[in-house]
DNA sequence: GTTTAAACGAGACGGTACGTCTCGTCTTCCC
DNA sequence: GGGAAGACGAGACGTACCGTCTCGTTTAAAC
């Protein structure tokens, strides 16, 4: 990230630039969001778009993380099922608005190809939230909620993996009634 | 699809720009592949492919289909624990096959953006697996292996919901080893 | 020309082929002008097209001298000015009608690039031309109406020059009026 | 033409493009030159190209400009058949040089379809030689050279008519040993 | 208050691939 | 078995963006 070299730079330039893109990206769509487009929206030289950023991803990415770094974190009310459940519908929240969802799932696209945009999104996004989630998860084991001999970094695999299934798999739909009886499913077992 | 319409035209041109796709993706991954590259490799011409496939995500999911369409069964053993197992790791290695991985990593990418591309892969992928899972589900629920309340669709989607999230999520890997795990805290459940 | 060689085919496929291509030249311009289209007109195959004539200057020569075969006579009325200007007028309306205008004018610009077409065009158009005017213009020598020293061919071509120079050169415009002012300065000289 | 608009532009890829497009012509002919050619030889993008002209023919005509321009004088010797005889000579060498020659017939057929073309040859080339020639002309018949009643335009236009009409007529060759001969019909005249 | 170095907007540049078009050849099917 | 229909390989078209590279012009810290 680039941040910390520009400290003489217009501030202003970076946030016109990141809201730019931001807009920008409801309108057209993640694939169709071009380097060119942002620069004309925000005003800006295409020159200083590659100077502080390596790609179109990593603009969008400083983007988000501005939008949603206060959703990461992970209450602890005491009972594990409201806890999971408030997190949960967190993510589906944020993976389904209007604003947040396409250029999401934009990011998890490039990440297939681009990896530094995986190790961004792992750093800014992932490890904060795994931390939160395992730590929480490990009390839960400690206090008898959940099983003690399950890996914490799997259930919390397992949790979120149903949304980004609806949320990836075409012609399937993330929908916020649906989170629960995921969770329930998740914590009872199927089997008979 | 346009199989259909193309009864007249030469089946060997139709072979050898799927195979050229299948085997250029390979080599240079979904996002550097090109319509030119197809063509050429095929010792086609443009036209050919755009009169036939209107995206490259198609021509990639027909060149899939002919791979996988073997794939897609479900066996049944008579212990349901079995044949999940069986079908899970049957799709671990369809999705991290060097032959097909990132072949279908890519479609479910341009499926986010394509309408077209997302109809076409449930049409063809997704309907059919869809209905052979749930069909064995029903019938374990039937003999009372699994709950009798359960929705068999979620608990199909459940089931492949780990899967897809270690292939999408940035920074995580999908192994064969864990399939089990998250098999058995599916049948289990992770409360105490 | 294949005129020849085709005694066994289909004479009305042919008038087919050449009335599509003198009337198609005319609604799009010769530039515009495609084998396709002609093909469709008439309601032939391209491969008969192909067949038949090599090129579509070739298609528009047989049908340009269809049309224009009893216009390169030259009377003789005894009197050399009253023939050269009716012969000179004739060539002026040829020229600048709306059916064989831009067709000839196609041919002329295609006979730049193409040696096939150069030969026909000769052949069927410059050659009959020639030798009739050349006959004229040696009788009104023998006449005493013309210079004996000079050479009929040059004459000719001096006497046509004008006619083509304005309907070639940009921005000049080939009038009938203008014609018996030409070639009133060629048979009296511009000289004081 | 763009010349005006572009003073910030680098004027060595202007060269560039219009070098290479002068001696592609020359070896592949107007007809199967190519703006992808021009582009490939010169080193240049096809956008930039396309930026700055509208078609092939308006850069080949630039590129003719520049070689040409210093051709359009008509110097006044006194004598006003030496003059036009030095003029004449000039043009049949510019017409039939292997420089200049096919690139200046490619630019009288694209005149043919293209009025943006006819435009730009009429203001370029066809003004500048028109006035210097009536002016000359005029002057001659001040002077009691030339008969006074005729229009120095048609007289030009008579004058340069039979080397543009060897040049463009198939199967006639435009040889400057019959320059003078025309010229001397010319004034004269052809009546006896 | 001036200097000066960077970051800036603007946009030209060499490229690549796009999707379309037409060419002239080749193939299939029907009459 | 000849012709319409049209698929085919080829390749140029004109467009859109890419990422790089000058250009002057702010602009803000250092002097």
Redesign the interface.
């Known amino acids: 990230m680039p941040q910390q070299n520009r400290s003489r730079q217009n501030e202003k330039v970076r946030i016109a630039i990141l809201d730019a893109a931001f807009s920008l990206v409801r309108e057209v769509?993640?694939?169709k969001l071009t380097i060119e487009g942002i620069a004309k929206r925000a005003g800006a030289g295409k020159q200083t778009l590659y100077r502080w950023w390596s790609s179109k991803a990593l603009i969008l990415l400083e983007a988000l993380v501005e939008h949603v770094k206060d959703e990461l974190v992970f209450a602890d009310t005491g009972n594990i099922r409201d806890d999971l459940l408030a997190q949960m519908l967190r993510v589906e929240k944020l993976l389904t608005s209007k604003d947040t969802g396409?250029l999401f799932?934009?990011l998890?696209?490039e990440?297939?190809?681009n990896q530094d945009?995986?190790?961004a999104?792992?750093v800014q996004i992932?490890q904060p939230t795994y931390r939160a989630a395992t730590e929480r998860l490990a009390i839960a084991q400690r206090h008898?909620?959940?099983?003690?001999g399950?890996?914490p970094v799997?259930?919390v695999?397992?949790l979120?993996?149903?949304i980004?299934?609806?949320l990836?798999?075409?012609?399937?739909k993330l929908t916020a009634a649906?989170i629960p009886?995921?969770l329930d499913?998740?914590?009872?077992?199927?089997?008979?």
Do not use: H, S, W
């Open positions: 769509g993640y694939d396409c799932i934009g998890l696209v990440a297939q190809f945009v995986a190790n999104m792992n992932y008898g909620e959940l099983q003690p399950l890996d799997m259930m695999e397992l979120y993996a149903p980004y299934y609806r990836i798999v075409p012609c399937t649906d009886k995921f499913m998740i914590l009872a077992g199927i089997r008979l």
